[in-house]
Nanobody, 115 residues
């Protein structure tokens, strides 16, 4: 079992920055990838960024160059640094740990970007 606790998020003006955190506990060694998803009202869920256990990263075109995913292995935490935020980034953000055939979801955190 893996537990993911999210923090960060909130309300920010367009052009601002926020950082989301995803702290993992439990069977951490089983996690192969940490993904950040988001779901905006009326839209499909979108994979925003991912970091693999080996450190490789991947980003959605919509956030590449503005968002950075990183991991602090000493703290068992993955971060999503979000810069140059746009109103279109408004969504609930979820971190998801992929461990074999199992996905473990954080509770989600609201990010609201005002224009």
């Amino acid at each position: 079992q893996v537990q993911l606790v999210q923090s960060g998020g909130g309300l920010v003006q367009a052009g601002g920055s926020l950082r989301l955190s995803c702290a993992a506990s439990g069977n951490i060694a089983s996690i192969r990838t940490i993904n950040w998803y988001r779901r905006a009202p009326g839209k499909q869920r979108e994979l925003v960024a991912a970091v693999a256990s080996g450190g490789s990263t991947n980003y959605a075109d919509s956030v590449r160059g503005r968002f950075t995913i990183s991991r602090d292995n000493a703290k068992n935490t993955v971060y999503l640094q979000m810069n140059s935020l746009k109103p279109a980034d408004t969504a609930v953000y979820y971190c998801v740990g992929v461990a074999g055939e199992s996905d473990y979801w954080g509770r989600g955190t609201q990010v609201t970007v005002s224009s």
